[in-house]
T-cell receptor
């Protein structure tokens, strides 16, 4: 069983719409959760971190965490073509010195 | 320079060559990481250094040899690589808590695109 699962996509949304990206994880003791954006040929860029249940908002981005359901999501409001990228979910399993990454969801925002 | 830097950005090497990748972080962090990213695969953690001590080695072949001389610098020494080692090699750093259960954001360098011929 994969430790961090994401829909690979591609996910296409029209410009101005809300893009919803989802991630589930297997280690119930996980404490820290991150979303990275990776443009083609570039390195991952941290866009959100979340540690507590609930929502965390930063500009057009909202991260949502539900530890009981082992589920973390990223909402992108007013999507722009520049948001087109692969979004990586990363989870820090309890007691491990590492992040476990999902395979990423490819998002395309259509003008 | 700011953030995490990596050199070289691109590297082509033969299977019998020896080369080194360099990473430098300017963020005052105390943990550094090497990752491998192959096409269509998740990021794979290779090595973790915390306070210059290796704390994680995820079953990486011995043809990859890391070195961390101080908390700002990290090297990956390469020798007798195979074509399947061609990938994007990413360095990252974070301010890692010394206790369990706390983890701070990792910041990545631009990566080295390695091609083994």
């Amino acid at each position: 069983q994969k430790e961090v699962e994401q829909n690979s996509g591609p996910l296409s949304v029209p410009e101005g719409a809300i893009a919803s990206l989802n991630c589930t994880y297997s280690d119930r003791g996980s404490q820290s959760f991150f979303w990275y954006r990776q443009y083609s040929g570039k390195s991952p860029e941290l866009i959100m971190s979340i540690y507590s249940n609930g929502d965390k908002e930063d500009g057009r981005f909202t991260a949502q965490l539900n530890k009981a359901s082992q589920y973390v999501s990223l909402l992108i409001r007013d999507s722009q073509p520049s948001d087109s990228a692969t979004y990586l979910c990363a989870v820090n399993p309890w007691s491990l010195w590492q992040l476990t990454f999902g395979s990423g969801t490819q998002l395309t925002v259509l003008p | 320079e700011t953030g995490v830097t990596q050199t070289p950005r691109h590297l082509v090497m033969g299977m019998t060559n020896k080369k080194s990748l360099k990473c430098e972080q300017h963020l005052g962090h105390n943990a550094m990481y090497w990752y491998k990213q192959s096409a269509k695969k998740p990021l794979e953690l290779m090595f973790v250094y915390s306070l210059e001590e290796r704390v994680e080695n995820n079953s990486v072949p011995s043809r990859f040899s890391p070195e961390c001389p101080n908390s700002s610098h990290l090297f990956l020494h390469l020798h007798t690589l195979q074509p399947e080692d061609s990938a994007l090699y990413l360095c990252a750093s974070s301010q890692k808590s010394l206790g369990q259960g706390e983890f701070y954001e990792q910041y990545f360098g631009p990566g080295t695109r390695l091609t083994v011929t």
